[in-house]
């Protein structure tokens, strides 16, 4: 059974950081491009960061370059969003994804499409002063 399971969420000032951590059961990160996606309320699911299976390359949302960074532990089977300079327009519920690489997509495709991924429940990120 598949299971993607987040932490790390919580209340930041802005201008700070927090780190989220996703541990993917049931699946191995060298078959399954991994990202993370965020969901303000009322607004659509949107991709944050990805990061691609097979040599680890990475896609960010042209809102958080810079800021936010993706990383991975093969061996933990963990993916990792480090959530740095935050802004109130941050604040919105942080997804876990997986996306298996047999379907032969680009990890930008994985970041900007929303089906064929299994997700996380999520961890709310809050930034206000």
């Known amino acids: 059974q598949v299971q993607l399971v987040e932490s790390g969420g919580g209340l930041a000032q802005p201008g700070g950081s927090l780190r989220l951590s996703c541990v993917a059961n049931?699946?191995?990160?060298?078959?399954?491009?991994m990202g993370w996606f965020r969901q303000a309320p009322g607004k659509e699911r949107e991709g944050v960061s990805c990061?691609?299976?097979?040599?680890?390359?990475?896609y960010s949302h042209d809102s958080v370059k810079g800021r936010f960074t993706i990383s991975r532990d093969v061996a933990a089977n963990t993916v990792y969003l480090q959530l740095a300079s935050l802004k109130p327009e941050d604040t919105a519920v942080y997804y876990c994804?997986?996306?298996?690489?047999?379907?032969?997509?680009?990890?930008?495709?994985?970041?900007?499409?929303?089906?064929?991924?299994?997700w996380g429940q999520g961890t709310q990120v809050t930034v206000s002063s």
């Open positions: 990061i691609d299976a097979t040599d680890g390359s990475i």
């Open positions: 994804a997986a996306r298996s690489k047999w379907r032969g997509t680009t990890v930008q495709a994985m970041c900007v499409e929303t089906s064929d991924h299994w």
């Open positions: 049931g699946l191995l990160l060298d078959y399954y491009d």
